[in-house]
């Protein structure tokens, strides 16, 4: 069976939110609770955190967590992503957001799943139907449409396809319209090329990398899923979410 390794990316930089991997929620920083939340995954092997601070480290090795130190020079989190696949055995690798504290272990586990059963395919993702036209045209989220096989055919920061509010409430086009939910399944060769790959024009326009591999010719299969992520990425975003987990109680 193809070993899956979960990665999560965390770094102590951050414009909108300086240190927010070890930003306080219920006595626990940020990045544990991706991190306990994605180690229930069934499928997955292992699962890491891969940084480039040795506070997230001290942070990371005093709750129980595999810390992998990389590169302070990487762009992405992906291209982090691929440091660890050079220096680990897994086949499929999936990228965890390590700013998404109730991340869906099983969303993580349909990834690989799907790898695991189409070997073919170097490079998947998710998405969910919009539940509103507010959130649908929220210019702070990525869209993106498919083909007849659930294939990318275009991510976006724009309302794709257009709609007005009228058309999103009352007619089939509503069916369209989907979030990126931003986990990534990568083969692990392919992995390896797409972080050797120079950002590609698309994805410098829309300020999303996976544009990068669409430009390359390379299909992303997308997955729906049910799970509704929630980011933290503002001192807002932040108290939301201490809020939400102070109900949970």
Do not use: W
Not at 73 to 86: K, L
């Amino acid at each position: 069976m193809q070993k899956a390794i979960v990665v999560i990316p965390a770094r102590y930089g951050s414009t909108r939110l300086p240190g927010k991997a070890l930003a306080d929620i219920e006595g626990k920083p940020l990045v544990q609770h991706v991190y306990e939340r994605a180690r229930i995954s069934r499928l997955a092997s292992d699962c890491l955190i891969a940084t480039d601070d040795e506070r997230i480290k001290q942070a990371c090795e005093a709750f129980g967590s595999t810390v992998m130190m990389t590169s302070p020079h990487h762009n992405s989190g992906t291209d982090r992503m691929a440091e660890v696949a050079t220096r680990t055995d897994g086949e499929v690798y999936v990228n965890v957001q390590g700013d998404e504290p109730f991340v869906d272990p099983e969303a993580v586990d349909l990834l690989i799943r799907m790898m695991r059963d189409n070997p073919a395919i170097k490079m998947g993702t998710l998405k969910r139907p919009y539940e509103s036209y507010d959130s649908f045209v929220n210019p702070n989220l990525a869209r993106v449409v498919c083909d007849k096989d659930d294939f990318a055919l275009y991510f976006s920061r724009a309302p794709i396809p257009p709609m007005s509010r009228e058309e999103f409430e009352s007619s089939d086009k509503r069916k369209l319209a989907f979030k990126h939910v931003g986990i990534y399944s990568f083969r692990r060769e392919f992995l390896l090329e797409f972080a050797q790959m120079p950002p590609s024009p698309l994805e410098k326009a829309e300020r999303l990398e996976q544009l990068r591999a669409l430009e390359a010719g390379v299909k992303i299969k997308v997955l729906t899923t049910n799970y509704e992520s929630i980011s933290v990425e503002t001192p807002a975003d932040l108290e939301r979410v201490r809020a939400l987990f102070a109900r949970r109680r």
